[in-house]
């Protein structure tokens, strides 16, 4: 089993700044990079990745809906936080495997059918109890 390499209360705090702090450009681009553009896209409710690649190439571009934006927010919290403990690699799994904590649904499901901050929460908490080990 792979030691986390990060404290991951700094980790979790870190990344949580970042996702408030960074431009949407960022974010996307990150994301595109670490998990890929199916997992993201996936995960954040779009049916492809192409606006996904349009907020990565266009500064300033943001998500109309506030929901999406949200998601957009949360994933890049949680990938952030579990790829510094980890790896992109576990990152992309902990999104695509079956969560206990969400009725054994993945979290990229749950986060992507969300209409409401109460699916972010539970998404949210899943990811910090798998880095609490």
Known sequence: MPQVAVDFVKAWEEAHKASVTEPVRE???????????????AAIGLSDARQLKRWAAEDGREPREHHVAARLDALYWIVRAVADCYSAGVAARFLRSANPQLDDEAPLVVLASGEDQEAIRRVLVSARAFLEG
């Open 27 to 41: 974010k996307a681009t990150y994301l595109l990079r670490t998990v890929g553009p199916r997992i993201a896209a």
